[in-house]
């Protein structure tokens, strides 16, 4: 018997789940399911991504739901709508062996008026974006007034969006009855006031230590400097053969530049990013599920709600600004009781950042070394002789072309076809790799005497390769390091690489440009205006960084801006013509409804 029967899921579930490999519940499945099933609670789940939450709650719906009836019962809300589609698919294979069961998925970037009929036809379960969700609502096209369960998907996720308003809007057109269940990765004060507003007397489980990260994850960190970032980079990648990996940077510019360069280098990997339409993000999804991609490159918000199995590396090339995102970062690997690795590139004043996230995610990181090249190409070689040793032969078909094949190695002694073989490979890394350099950076964290008086590394108007410039927009202006990035780089038409260190403090900002684009930042940015006052560059070292009167600190402003800059910083980014626009259309609205700033 499937241990689902004794939870209480009827047979014709049971069977269908069967099919598509549930044979043991995991934790989460089979502490939440009893206490779902029973109706009568509301509920606060805690447990990490991949750990099977979305059978969690999705059988227990369709135990509970009258499907003779064809109107809305059931509301679940997820941030993305890469996660919407999994979620409403992954219900319909559940309840195949069901009838008359219907699920429609909303979500922005698609049509608005398919998903409405899809809702005019009838329908019980509604898994939806809060972005389209409330346009539809708006519309007057839905009812939930006989909603009984809503269901908040990675409910983190949604408020670091920005999403709080619209969750707001949407739950107020429910009934005060109706059953509230939530399911967040980490439990930040956010997600407890939400818990607190919609629930009574929740029934609370969490599945380890509330905030901390997947057992089953190693974490690594390598550090290198910031103009060997990229070279280090593929060669970890290389140093991995069979990597089946999801590669995070910051920006989008860098998510394109880097998947560019990767593609441009013979790697199987593509972009994915909010710039994409929906028809271009599926295409790429599509690949790297089919693992025709080997390398997915991608931003956080665009990488929000992505459930693919096997996943065996996620790789920050850029740790993110929120250390709770690098939790949802790593969670896309080391699914489903499965182990991964998750691998931070670093530089040696980042180390503070990865003491922060092991104390977020209760476990140490190991300090990497990045492989020699001769490691490399060691590790290439034994990769293909392992693929070799395990291939499988169609015999059928080479046999016809095996007396040709012998007779091409008549000549060649068994000794010789290997090693002919083996280079062919192996000699494509051993050029690549002659006389490679130590990529290895020395790592030092920085003392709290060293920021108090002003990191002797920082405040030079000139560092080795990079000049030192000064720009006089800051955070105050709702600027990330990642806007402020993609503003210099749109502005003065330079290469992200060209950018090092941007140093965000509140009213100004400094940052670092290779020697060679210094005039052609400074010309970039002649006639450049923001928001009605002229943006002026200059060299870091005509600004009197050091005078008297006390260093401003990085954050910049008082506790409230930077709280809200705090909230900002995941919910909305900046055009680079200096408009605002919301971040959360990136990942879920397609365009639908853009709320000007």
Same mark, same amino acid.
């Given at each position: 018997?499937?241990?689902?029967?004794?939870?209480?899921?009827?047979?014709?579930?049971?069977?269908?789940?069967?099919?598509?490999?549930?044979?043991?519940?995991?934790?989460?499945?089979? $502490?939440?399911?009893?206490?779902?099933?029973?109706?009568?609670?509301?509920?606060?789940?805690?447990? $990490?991504?991949?750990?099977?939450?979305?059978?969690?709650?999705?059988?227990?719906?369709?135990?509970?739901?009258?499907?003779?009836?064809?109107?809305?019962?059931?509301?679940?809300?997820?941030?993305?709508?890469?996660?919407?589609?999994?979620?409403?698919?992954?219900?319909?294979?559940?309840?195949?062996?069901?009838?008359?069961?219907?699920?429609?998925?909303?979500?922005?970037?698609?049509?608005?008026?398919? $998903?409405?009929?899809?809702?005019?036809?009838?329908?019980?379960?509604?898994?939806?974006?809060?972005?389209?969700?409330?346009?539809?609502?708006?519309?007057?096209?839905?009812?939930?007034?006989?909603?009984?369960?809503?269901?908040?998907?990675?409910?983190?996720?949604?408020?670091?969006?920005?999403?709080?308003?619209?969750?707001?809007?949407?739950?107020?057109?429910?009934?005060?009855?109706?059953?509230?269940?939530?399911?967040?990765?980490?439990?930040?004060?956010?997600?407890?006031?939400?818990?607190?507003?919609?629930?009574?007397?929740?029934?609370?489980?969490?599945?380890?230590?509330?905030?901390?990260?997947?057992?089953?994850?190693?974490?690594?960190?390598?550090?290198?400097?910031?103009?060997?970032?990229?070279?280090?980079?593929?060669?970890?990648?290389?140093?991995?053969?069979?990597?089946?990996?999801?590669?995070?940077?910051?920006?989008?510019?860098?998510?394109?530049?880097?998947?560019?360069?990767?593609?441009?280098?013979?790697?199987?990997?593509?972009?994915?990013?909010?710039?994409?339409? &929906? &028809? &271009?993000?599926?295409?790429?999804?599509?690949?790297?599920?089919?693992?025709?991609?080997?390398?997915?490159?991608?931003?956080?918000?665009?990488?929000?709600?992505?459930?693919?199995?096997?996943?065996?590396?996620?790789?920050?090339?850029?740790?993110?600004? #929120?250390?709770? %995102?690098?939790?949802?970062?790593?969670?896309?690997?080391?699914?489903?009781?499965?182990?991964?690795?998750?691998?931070?590139?670093?530089?040696?004043?980042?180390?503070?950042?990865?003491?922060?996230?092991?104390?977020?995610?209760?476990?140490?990181?190991?300090?990497?070394?990045?492989?020699?090249?001769?490691?490399?190409? +060691?590790? $290439?070689?034994?990769?293909?002789?392992?693929?070799?040793?395990?291939?499988?032969?169609?015999?059928? &078909?080479?046999?016809?072309?095996?007396?040709?094949?012998?007779?091409?190695?008549?000549?060649?002694?068994?000794?010789?076809?290997?090693?002919?073989?083996?280079?062919?490979?192996? %000699?494509?890394?051993?050029?690549?790799?002659?006389?490679?350099?130590?990529?290895?950076?020395?790592?030092?964290?920085?003392?709290?005497?060293?920021?108090?008086?002003?990191?002797?590394?920082?405040?030079?108007?000139?560092?080795?390769?990079?000049?030192?410039?000064?720009?006089?927009?800051?955070?105050?202006?709702?600027?990330?390091?990642?806007?402020?990035?993609?503003?210099?780089?749109?502005?003065?038409?330079?290469?992200?690489?060209?950018?090092?260190?941007?140093?965000?403090?509140?009213?100004?900002?400094?940052?670092?440009?290779?020697?060679?684009?210094?005039?052609?930042?400074?010309?970039?940015?002649?006639?450049?205006?923001?928001?009605?006052?002229?943006?002026?560059? +200059?060299?870091?070292?005509?600004?009197?960084?050091?005078?008297?009167?006390?260093?401003?600190?990085?954050?910049?402003?008082?506790?409230? #801006?930077?709280? #809200?800059?705090?909230? %900002?910083?995941?919910?909305?980014?900046?055009?680079?013509?200096?408009?605002?626009?919301?971040?959360?259309?990136?990942?879920?609205?397609?365009?639908?409804?853009?709320?000007?700033?």
């Amino acid at each position: 018997m499937n241990p689902f029967s004794t939870l209480g899921i009827r047979h014709d579930i049971v069977n269908a789940i069967t099919e598509l490999g549930f044979e043991n519940p995991t934790p989460i499945q089979e $502490q939440a399911i009893p206490v779902l099933l029973s109706g009568s609670n509301d509920f606060v789940g805690l447990a $990490q991504t991949g750990t099977g939450k979305t059978a969690a709650f999705g059988l227990p719906l369709l135990e509970l739901l009258d499907f003779s009836e064809n109107h809305p019962q059931a509301l679940v809300l997820c941030p993305t709508r890469e996660l919407c589609l999994q979620i409403a698919n992954d219900i319909k294979n559940y309840a195949k062996n069901l009838s008359n069961v219907h699920i429609v998925a909303v979500y922005g970037g698609a049509s608005i008026s398919d $998903q409405l009929r899809q809702i005019k036809r009838g329908v019980q379960i509604v898994v939806a974006t809060p972005g389209r969700m409330l346009d539809i609502i708006n519309r007057k096209a839905i009812d939930f007034s006989a909603v009984r369960y809503v269901v908040l998907d990675e409910a983190d996720e949604m408020l670091n969006m920005g999403f709080q308003e619209d969750i707001d809007s949407i739950l107020s057109t429910t009934p005060e009855d109706k059953k509230t269940w939530l399911f967040s990765a980490t439990m930040p004060s956010e997600v407890r006031r939400i818990a607190k507003k919609y629930m009574t007397d929740p029934h609370e489980l969490t599945m380890g230590t509330k905030n901390t990260g997947n057992a089953n994850i190693d974490h690594e960190y390598y550090v290198v400097r910031a103009r060997d970032k990229y070279a280090a980079f593929k060669r970890i990648v290389d140093f991995n053969p069979e990597i089946f990996g999801i590669v995070f940077c910051r920006t989008k510019i860098e998510t394109q530049e880097i998947a560019e360069a990767l593609i441009k280098d013979g790697y199987n990997a593509d972009a994915l990013h909010g710039d994409l339409s &929906q &028809q &271009q993000r599926d295409k790429v999804m599509k690949r790297y599920r089919d693992r025709s991609l080997q390398l997915l490159i991608a931003t956080d918000v665009a990488a929000r709600g992505i459930d693919v199995n096997d996943v065996t590396h996620v790789i920050n090339y850029s740790l993110p600004d #929120e250390i709770e %995102n690098y939790t949802h970062r790593s969670g896309r690997t080391a699914r489903a009781g499965k182990t991964g690795v998750s691998i931070a590139i670093i530089n040696s004043k980042e180390l503070g950042k990865i003491r922060q996230i092991e104390r977020v995610i209760g476990k140490q990181f190991t300090k990497a070394e990045i492989p020699t090249g001769f490691d490399v190409c +060691e590790k $290439q070689l034994f990769g293909l002789i392992h693929k070799v040793h395990s291939v499988t032969v169609n015999e059928d &078909q080479i046999e016809q072309y095996i007396p040709r094949i012998m007779d091409e190695f008549k000549d060649l002694s068994k000794e010789d076809v290997i090693k002919r073989f083996a280079s062919l490979e192996f %000699n494509r890394f051993l050029d690549y790799y002659k006389d490679a350099p130590d990529l290895n950076a020395p790592a030092y964290e920085e003392r709290s005497s060293d920021r108090g008086r002003g990191d002797r590394y920082d405040r030079t108007s000139s560092r080795g390769n990079y000049t030192r410039l000064f720009i006089n927009l800051g955070s105050v202006d709702d600027f990330t390091r990642g806007d402020m990035l993609g503003f210099i780089c749109s502005n003065a038409r330079i290469s992200g690489k060209a950018v090092g260190k941007i140093d965000l403090k509140g009213v100004y900002t400094f940052f670092e440009v290779e020697n060679n684009v210094v005039d052609q930042v400074q010309q970039g940015f002649k006639s450049v205006d923001f928001q009605g006052r002229n943006v002026r560059i +200059e060299l870091a070292g005509d600004r009197g960084e050091s005078r008297g009167g006390g260093r401003e600190r990085s954050t910049g402003g008082s506790f409230r #801006e930077r709280r #809200e800059r705090r909230s %900002n910083s995941t919910g909305g980014f900046r055009d680079f013509s200096g408009k605002r626009r919301d971040e959360r259309h990136e990942g879920n609205r397609g365009g639908d409804r853009r709320k000007k700033w």
